[in-house]
């Protein structure tokens, strides 16, 4: 088996225990059986249960860094070319919600979670901040007043659909809410 394939094979397994049986709830055991590895191999990639958690919180990092690496607005771009940008970071945040929404709840639930709090929050606020620089930059470069600002409540409205989505209403109207924030923020807000 090649190395990366042994590694993302237990990745791909401890994901699925986690997002069914919690963190607390799922062994190494489990995880190696899940994967089809042995649990000798499992200690080779990861030195620990929790190492293998932040493994995983990396990874997504990773993929999210790189979907929002696409998202650069260009110095002073245009009402169109923001608009355009703007349908895409919504777009693809529909996309990874549909994708992961297991996963994602998921990694909400390890912040509600004191023990794992603060084995967690750094790599999650990484990725926050990043997300939050990102949009903060469409939003200058599309010379909206006060980009900080309009940044952090685009953010606070995307993490309560997210919310809303992945853990408070069953049939809840992603598509719909998007298309809306769309709506409200494709005229240049001036925050």
């Given at each position: ?27 190494i055991s489990q995880i190696a059986k899940a994967a089809d590895v042995s649990k000798g191999l ?68 390890l912040l509600y979670q004191p023990d794992l709090k603060p084995l967690v929050s750094g790599p ?27 940044a952090r409540r685009f953010m606070s409205e995307l993490d309560g659909i997210a919310l809303h ?27």
């Amino acid at each position: 088996m090649r190395p990366q394939l042994g590694k993302d094979k237990i990745m791909q397994a401890a994901i699925q225990l986690f997002s069914k049986t919690g963190f607390h709830g799922t062994s190494i055991s489990q995880i190696a059986k899940a994967a089809d590895v042995s649990k000798g191999l499992m200690y080779i990639y990861f030195e620990s249960k929790e190492d293998l958690l932040l493994a995983i919180i990396e990874q997504a990092n990773e993929g999210m860094f790189e979907v929002a690496g696409a998202l650069t607005a260009p110095n002073n771009c245009s009402l169109e070319e923001y608009q355009k940008l703007l349908q895409q970071f919504l777009g693809q945040f529909a996309g990874l919600l549909g994708a992961n929404s297991d996963y994602l709840s998921f990694q909400l639930s390890l912040l509600y979670q004191p023990d794992l709090k603060p084995l967690v929050s750094g790599p999650l606020q990484k990725r926050a901040a990043h997300l939050l620089a990102v949009t903060e930059g469409i939003f200058r470069n599309a010379d909206v007043a006060k980009p900080q600002l309009t940044a952090r409540r685009f953010m606070s409205e995307l993490d309560g659909i997210a919310l809303h989505h992945l853990s408070v209403f069953e049939d809840y109207p992603l598509t719909e809410m998007l298309e809306q924030m769309f709506q409200h923020y494709k005229d240049l807000p001036n925050a």
